[in-house]
């Protein structure tokens, strides 16, 4: 069998019709590829794509398929010649006629053929024009305001068919985009089809701003496109002529696609150095809802992956795309992605996301269910339309979501063996790593610097996950009924543990690891969490152990009866901060050490606080646990601390994130923070206390965890933590963990709101109550009796 490497060259000075040798190289990528498909079948050695520095724009996708697979005898390999100085980019140059319009705006007749989502001048993306208007220091949005679709601000626009509305969440769970249509003979918007969210609750009434429309176009760098009359408008940056500037716009979404199926992969192909720049903006495609999370996806990426085995990106940059960086989707196996740089994403940076038919039951919205007699009951996958045994190493990613709040940095769904591995992430809307369901576990999150993170949203965290498998329902005694009769349910689709170790995170707007509905099958353990602390809600058989929550704790939010759960020789900073919790608390609260600085130089004491809270934790201590520098992060603990008598292991606090030198050097740290408490931002001002009201334990909404737990839009309304036995509450079906939001349609925000209505009632009579329950509205009939007034709960002797 003949042995010999070959060896092509691509240059932005070459020719196609040349021979691609070093003196005659190709000018396009694509005629080196048809190149390597006439090469003799029967040989083996290296095939080296040697790609020259300059920008290469595409036309059309790179598509790269099962017959340009390379071999482990003959890998292919695509590679600048010096990384970072060869680009792909998915850009089109213009050249326009510029004249004056009015005001500062000059026009320029558009041909065609050419559609325009994004302007780029000079290398520097410019704004479409918006209200209010874009500020890089303006936190959410980069911009928002109440009045974006007053009736007032919209009769000042004549048409505005083509524009957009970007807002949150009604909840601040990720982002929301809505095409505006045009408007009625009432002068009233007409809207198309949301986009962006599966969980479909409204816009948020403030963080909302608008873009594309022509009366908005009043700032330097801002531009509006008229699609019918083909026409652009744009009121130059300071200084600029647009006449003299390279002019350009994005034309194609995805660059490099390798794509095939599992029965005829492509295979052995590695690309190595090379920048991927510019690409179209994605979130008018964004509807594809990823099973029960509250992700939609658009299935493309500037690099696209689909039936792969044994593919690599190395030593990539990924910067300024519209969308999605990276999008492994379906049939991948053993791809990896090392030492790649991601900067400014559209959405995400990388998403592995498998074909809902390879899930068994699959379900695509949050309130969807089916009976216990309608679920697959085997194990496992369906098919193997889904990546597994891949590796994200070395990674740095950096303000993704510029678009699309529901993203990540890297996003997990459907997949099964993902490793992410010593990757710096931060400077994010939402989380830097999600995992979206329990299919199909045995996921690694390992040596991962993860802060800067829920920066635009809220209810998440640096780390966060979902398990709203085929088991899962939102009523817990449903599922102790469900899961009761058949133990393994929760382990159908979550087959082997998701490890989360020696990681550190910082969350400062949720949680540092937040595991939510009925994430399942968790192994936590040695990870420094600097801000938000770890949160468990419903889910079975998570170990959570050996971890250091910095100025905060463990939330354990609503489990099962029998979750199995584990929380052991951790070290918190505050008691557990429980919500909606049973009588039994999992498995094993054992050998927590609770740090209070107070105590420095005196003797460890029982955490009476934490076994309070548990009914565990009898071994438990509080005390100093001596960390040896928590200036610079060092929160290992000195020799004689008490954490170690109970058996914490110091682990490594000064190996977190990028490992290669070169991007060591490009990426930040997360700060220190000072050793001081954490609460909700307002909560002050709402009372803490604890009231009985017709048989009902309530108090004030005030912290994210009962925020988080309710799936309430903020801190509004009255949170029920028990109900006696017999009481007019419990007659009328109130229940533990409802929120009163409004009585006799009064709207209800507070205990004095409470009061205040009651004393304006004569006589007791049937009260109409409002409440939030399993994240909808209903409602119920109260019969009062007896003093009506909330009474203050000083000692509580009794609970339900």
Not at 304 to 326: H, I, K, P, Q, V
Not at 387 to 401: E, K, N, S
Not at 520 to 536: A, E, F, Q, R
């Amino acid at each position: 069998m003949p042995t010999w490497p070959a060896l092509y060259y691509v240059s932005p000075r070459g020719r196609d019709d040349d021979d691609g040798s070093a003196d005659a190289p190709f000018a396009t990528l694509r005629r080196a590829r048809d190149a390597v498909r006439l090469l003799d079948k029967s040989r083996t050695g290296p095939i080296e794509i040697r790609v020259l520095p300059g920008t290469y724009r595409l036309s059309r996708a790179l598509r790269l398929e099962a017959q340009d697979s390379g071999s482990q005898l003959s890998p292919i390999c695509y590679k600048a010649e010096r990384a970072g100085e060869a680009v792909i980019s998915g850009t089109r140059v213009l050249s326009l006629d510029w004249r004056a319009y009015r005001g500062g705006i000059l026009q320029a007749e558009v041909p065609e053929e050419i559609a325009i989502d994004t302007l780029i001048l000079d290398g520097q993306v410019l704004r479409m024009a918006r209200y209010p208007k874009f500020d890089p220091e303006g936190g959410i949005l980069n911009g928002t305001s109440a009045d974006a679709l007053s009736p007032e601000r919209v009769s000042r626009w004549a048409n505005p068919a083509g524009a957009w509305i970007h807002a949150l969440h009604s909840h601040q769970w990720g982002g929301y985009h809505v095409p505006i249509m045009g408007k009625d003979e009432h002068g009233e918007l007409i809207l198309g089809e949301d986009r962006g969210n599966n969980r479909r609750m409204g816009l948020h009434r403030r963080f909302r701003f608008v873009e594309n429309v022509f009366e908005e176009l009043s700032a330097p760098g801002e531009w509006y496109f008229d699609v019918s009359r083909r026409m652009l408008y744009l009121m130059p940056p300071e200084g600029a002529d647009p006449a003299r500037c390279l002019v350009e716009t994005t034309c194609l979404a995805n660059l490099v696609e390798l794509f095939a199926s599992e029965r005829e992969p492509v295979h052995n192909i590695g690309i190595e150095g090379f920048v991927f720049r510019y690409s179209d903006r994605t979130f008018a495609l964004t509807s594809e809802p990823l099973l029960r999370s509250d992700w939609m996806i658009h299935r493309g990426g500037a690099c696209m992956l689909e039936g792969t085995e044994d593919c690599a990106l190395t030593r990539c940059s990924f910067d300024r795309l519209g969308g999605n960086a990276l999008m492994v989707s379906g049939y991948n196996r053993r791809f990896r992605a090392e030492s790649c740089s991601f900067a400014d994403s559209g959405a995400s940076d990388i998403v592995f996301a498998g074909r809902p038919e390879a899930v068994r039951s699959p379900l695509f919205e949050y309130g969807q269910t089916l009976e216990p007699g309608e679920l697959d009951l085997l194990p496992g996958p369906r098919n193997e339309s889904y990546p597994a045994d891949c590796l994200v190493r070395d990674c740095l990613m950096t303000r993704c979501g510029r678009t699309e709040k529901q993203s990540a940095g890297v996003e997990i769904a459907i997949s099964r063996r993902i490793t992410v591995s010593r990757c710096s992430i931060y400077d994010l809307p939402r989380a830097g790593i999600n995992i979206g369901d329990g299919c199909f576990g045995g996921h690694v999150i390992e040596r991962c610097d993860v802060f800067d993170t829920v920066k635009e949203t809220g209810d998440h965290g640096a780390f966060n996950s979902w398990g709203r498998d085929r088991f899962w329902v939102p009523e817990i005694a449903q599922i102790d009924r469900r899961v009761g009769a058949f133990p393994e349910l929760p382990f159908l689709d979550a087959l082997e543990p998701v490890a989360i170790r020696n990681n550190r995170f910082q969350c400062e707007h949720g949680w540092d690891i937040d595991l939510d509905d009925g994430s399942s099958n968790y192994h936590i353990h040695d990870n420094l969490c600097l801000g938000g602390g770890i949160k468990n809600r419903e889910g079975y058989r998570r170990i959570v152990e050996n971890n250091v929550m910095v100025n905060n704790g463990f939330h354990p939010h609503v489990w099962q009866r029998d979750s199995g759960d584990v929380f052991r020789r951790n070290i918190v900073f505050e008691a557990y901060a429980d919500i909606g919790m049973p009588e039994k608390w999992g498995s094993e609260f054992a050998d927590n050490f609770l740090h209070s600085p107070g105590y420095a130089g005196k003797a460890d004491v029982p955490a009476a606080e934490l076994r309070a809270k548990s009914g565990g934790d009898e071994r438990s201590l509080k005390g100093d646990a001596r960390f040896i520098d928590p200036a610079v992060g060092d929160y290992r603990v000195a020799e004689g601390s008490g954490a170690l008598a109970l058996g914490f292991r110091n682990f490594a606090m000064d190996d977190f994130g990028v490992a290669s030198s070169e991007l060591k050097a490009k990426a930040r740290r997360p700060e220190m923070p000072a050793a001081i408490g954490r609460g909700f931002p307002g909560s002050e001002a709402r009372s803490v206390f604890e009231f009985q009201w017709q048989g009902a334990y309530v108090k004030n909404v005030t912290s994210l965890g009962e925020i988080s737990a309710t799936g309430l839009p903020g801190a509004d309304g009255i949170f029920v933590l028990g109900i006696l036995e017999g009481s007019q509450a419990a007659k009328a079906g109130l229940r533990t963990r409802d929120v009163i939001q409004g009585l006799d349609g009064s709207t209800l925000n507070s205990i004095d709101d409470l009061a205040s209505l009651c004393r304006s009632i004569a006589v007791p009579s049937a009260l109409r109550l409002s409440i939030w329950r399993n994240q909808r509205t209903d409602s119920c009939e109260l019969a009062a009796e007896g003093d009506i007034l909330p009474e203050r709960v000083l000692v509580r002797l009794q609970r339900d």
